[in-house]
């Protein structure tokens, strides 16, 4: 199978496709790109998690944290880490009050202050709701370079070795802690801050218990569908110089090693082969120069291909932006 039908296949046949691939490449560009090949035939949204506006530039939009509607079947939203966990939490809260109190403790602030750099983590949560409360036909994830794409990929596995090592679900039960061995763990505690201080924590803890057993019950759904290669799709972009595919490869091998495979790949901004011409002076020298980047990127998609398979390859061009810009991408990708 060529690596355009591939791709198409990917698009047809999956729920949620992740485009992963080193920084710079044009990955945001391209997943941009396939949403806008789906939405002929597919209600579809296209998913940034990397926090620079890359996918609204591509789309000509203005983007944020509320999806966006494109065109016809297509829509379109940039994940904000800091409201993505603060929506979690109101979705899961039993109540109004309870809610309330949550968002307002100190305990919970300085949680989601730490967390707000841990993209994956916020974005498989809202994955979750996209795919689970929205009627898409497909979902593609433009994922955050290299390792933070694998580090997507994996955070549900991650999270699920902590709630199976059985930790959480004794610290998720503070009146366990707090009256173990006849409330010496408190009195222990109390040496070191304020009986206040203990109170507050463990009420929040107690605030949280519930909604820890419905964040478990997301992450198992989620592992599942990520894991299951019939409804989920990887795609690989990079450009076709020697550092690019250097590390397109490595994150192949690293999605391998994870136990998925990839099912498409993309050279971006390639220099193809010209005819040789005659030329003199300044304009030979400028012709040499584009021959020799020319077999560097030959070399280059040869080397991708021996590892990921066919490869799709899109020229390089200006700089693409909007609807129509991302429309003359498209006959390089398409069957």
Do not use: C
């Amino acid at each position: 199978m060529n690596a355009n039908r591939a791709l198409q296949r990917t698009l047809d046949r999956r729920e949620v496709v992740a485009v992963l691939g080193p920084g710079g490449v044009g990955k945001t560009t391209l997943s941009a790109t396939l949403g806008v090949m789906a939405s002929s035939d597919q209600d579809t949204l296209v998913v940034t998690i990397d926090p620079a506006k890359r996918l609204a530039t591509a789309l000509g939009l203005e983007l944020g944290h509320e999806i966006s509607h494109v065109r016809d079947g297509l829509d379109a939203v940039m994940v904000d880490t800091k409201k993505a966990l603060d929506e979690m939490v109101t979705r899961y809260a039993p109540s109004p009050d309870r809610l309330e109190r949550i968002l307002d403790s100190p305990f919970y602030q300085q949680l989601s202050s730490a967390l707000v750099g841990s993209e994956e983590f916020a974005a498989m949560g809202l994955l979750h709701e996209y795919h689970v409360r929205h009627d898409y036909d497909l979902i593609i994830v433009d994922t955050p370079p290299a390792q933070h794409g694998i580090d997507f990929l994996t955070v549900n596995r991650r999270l699920k070795r902590v709630f199976e090592s059985g930790f959480t679900k004794i610290a998720f039960q503070p009146s366990k802690i707090f009256s173990a061995a006849g409330g010496r763990i408190a009195k222990f505690l109390s040496r070191w801050t304020s009986e206040d201080y203990l109170e507050a924590l463990s009420e929040f803890m107690i605030q949280f218990e519930e909604m820890f057993y419905e964040m478990e019950d997301r992450v198992d759904r989620m592992e599942r569908l990520l894991g299951d290669e019939s409804r989920t799709g990887l795609g690989l972009v990079s450009m076709a110089d020697e550092g690019s595919v250097s590390e397109a490869i490595d994150l192949h091998e690293r999605v391998s090693e994870i136990g998925l495979s990839t099912n498409f790949a993309i050279a971006n901004r390639v220099y193809p082969p010209l005819e040789d011409g005659e030329a003199e002076g300044d304009e030979r020298a400028l012709l040499d120069h584009y021959a020799r980047l020319a077999r560097v990127h030959m070399d280059g998609i040869a080397r991708l291909q021996e590892r990921s398979g066919p490869v799709a390859v899109v020229p390089a061009m200006g700089p693409v932006h909007g609807i129509e810009g991302l429309e003359s991408l498209m006959p390089y990708l398409e069957t």
